[in-house]
């Protein structure tokens, strides 16, 4: 297999942040989304380059009605209550129109109609699998949902990405939760990086050690753990669900620490060579609301990513996939 470049954006609007956050908190990242994702099409289609929105399942509804008929019966029972999202449905708006915070209907459809991209699930409710007082039943009836919902427009999930990550591929624990997603067709998912400072189980330091959150900050400017990219036909050898580990996260614009952009992009450029040249997985991911600011200054840095990833295409033959797109091809490689 050659080498491959993968992109999943985490689109959920309020959704991702909602128990962190209220809109007035994050108004400006949150209120220019759909901007970014016309821009994110507009340069796309330019590079040539496939990308995996994986998508909240709450954002598909056309309107309050539209959503409550999807809404699973056995919802999570998070211990901490403010995890679930269901109880701000109460105080959000009727449709896209009226609340773009909430609901991104045509924005979907939007993505569709441009043929080249994938839209995949991040799950119905933004589900977290590591969270105590939820269950694998739970979790089995949120994907569900997320897959029903996107039925009507005649999408067909294939792919996921757990909302803040919260999956570990080697850990049993977190086995029978890709069991559901293999009985629901899903065919890979992100992992996390295989760098140590990546992995840190997060039901016990999710929610802050600090020290692995200044090493993380610190990896996007110099090389802390390498260029974390993948032979994915030989980690995925007798897998069900394929998981396709992130390499790294594009960071926003930082004015803070402009001086340092230059480093940030470099050190993504040079991995995704590295990729190409050893034929492995490069798997970029962010937010959409992460280019709600300065969001020049942020196309401008994906530009840079996009043209180094033409030059691949042509030198090395380094190919971008969607998600749903590389899991086929690791599956006829594994056939041949
Ligand atoms: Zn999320």
């Not at 507009?42 to 809404?71: C, H, P, Q, R, W």
């Not at 209550?81 to 045509?106: M, R, T, V, W």
């Not at 180094?308 to 041949?336: H, P, R, V």
Request: proline letters at 3%; glycine letters at 4%; hydrophobic letters at 35%.
């Amino acid at each position: 297999m050659k080498g491959h470049f993968v992109i999943s954006l985490d689109y959920e609007i309020h959704w991702g942040v909602f128990d962190k956050k209220t809109v007035d908190e994050y108004r400006e990242n949150l209120e220019n989304v759909g901007k970014v994702i016309d821009r994110l099409l507009e340069m796309s289609d330019k590079y040539n380059v496939k990308i995996t929105f994986s998508t909240v399942g709450f954002l598909f509804a056309e309107d309050k009605t539209d959503l409550f008929k999807y809404i699973p019966e056995n919802k999570p029972t998070y211990l901490i209550e403010k995890f679930s999202p269901y109880p701000l449905l109460e105080s959000i708006g009727n449709n896209e129109k009226e609340d773009p915070f909430h609901y991104a209907l045509s924005r979907i459809k939007q993505i569709k109609a441009n043929g080249n991209h994938e839209i995949g699930t991040h799950t119905f409710c933004h589900f977290y699998c590591h969270e105590h007082g939820q269950t694998v039943e739970q979790f089995d009836d949120d994907l569900k949902s997320a897959i029903n919902i996107a039925k009507p427009l005649d999408i067909d999930i294939k792919s996921i990405v757990f909302p803040r990550n919260m999956i570990e591929a080697n850990k049993l624990i977190d086995r029978p939760y890709l069991d559901v997603c293999h009985k629901h067709g899903i065919g890979s998912f992100r992992g996390k990086e295989k760098a140590y400072i990546y992995n840190i189980h997060t039901t016990k330091f999710y929610h802050g050690w600090y020290l692995f959150k200044m090493l993380r900050l610190l990896d996007a400017y110099i090389s802390v753990t390498g260029s974390n990219t993948y032979k994915v036909e030989v980690i995925n050898k007798d897998k069900k669900v394929y998981n396709l580990p992130s390499s790294r996260l594009l960071r926003a614009y930082s004015s803070k620490l402009k001086f340092l952009e230059p480093l940030k992009v470099r050190r993504i450029k040079k991995a995704m060579t590295h990729a190409a040249k050893h034929k492995e997985m490069f798997h970029l991911w962010w937010h959409p609301h992460n280019f709600g600011t300065q969001i020049d200054e942020n196309f401008k840095n994906l530009e840079q990513i996009f043209k180094t990833y033409k030059k691949l295409n042509e030198t090395y033959g380094f190919e971008s996939e969607t998600m749903t797109g590389l899991a086929k091809k690791i599956k006829a490689s594994q056939q041949e």
